[in-house]
């Protein structure tokens, strides 16, 4: 997903403080030469689990389509793992990838729909890296762009992995343009995530 106002809209799902007043965990590090900032407001959430998963994820982008990495390490100054609506986002103002904390620490699926959507946000990041001019009218279509190259990496891993991702890019590719790239209640999204993160403890 990429709308030109997401880096406001971001500010509005990061809690400032957790359950207990304190500060949310803030890790910074480097995973496959990509800046990595870790803001962890979900203390049932373990940053370790996290950046295991992430790592994983890169990786598979790396063995699979390398060329794709190399976008990323070029066209983003970072990936900022966050409490978000949405499984990623590219916030094209800091130039840098959204990549969802709770999804990030799922183990009921693997990591090869983590790495698909981070490589989505990446072909967001390379569009707006060539320059090219957008209005709401394009949107649509560049996010038929991210879902084609959804598609592709996900044909490229090995089918227990790969499955998943095909699945859901060929569905996605099915969709109208007010369905590939809906209009999101950004407000009704952020009270439903404050409600979740307060029954797990997390900050809101």
Do not use: Y
């Amino acid at each position: 997903m990429r709308l030109p106002f997401l880096h406001r809209v971001a500010a509005l799902f990061t809690p400032t403080s957790v359950a207990d007043g304190t500060a949310p965990k803030t890790t910074r590090l480097m995973l496959h030469g990509v800046p990595v900032t870790i803001v962890n407001s979900r203390p049932d959430i373990d940053t370790d689990v996290v950046i295991a998963r992430l790592d994983e994820a890169l990786a598979l982008i790396a063995a699979h389509q390398p060329w794709r990495l190399r976008h990323v390490q070029r066209d983003v100054r970072g990936i900022r793992v966050e409490r978000f609506a949405c499984r990623g986002a590219f916030l094209p103002d800091e130039r840098v990838i959204i990549t969802e904390l709770t999804f990030l620490a799922r183990r009921d699926i693997s990591a090869a729909p983590v790495a698909s959507s981070i490589l989505h946000e990446g072909v967001h990041a390379r569009v707006h890296a060539m320059g090219v001019a957008r209005s709401a009218l394009l949107l649509p279509r560049e996010e038929r762009l991210c879902r084609r190259a959804e598609l592709a990496f996900g044909q490229a891993l090995p089918p227990a992995l790969g499955v998943p991702v095909v699945e859901r890019a060929l569905a996605s590719l099915t969709l109208a343009d007010g369905e590939v790239a809906p209009r999101v209640d950004w407000a009704e999204a952020g009270r439903r995530q404050r409600a979740v993160d307060a029954a797990a403890g997390g900050g809101g």
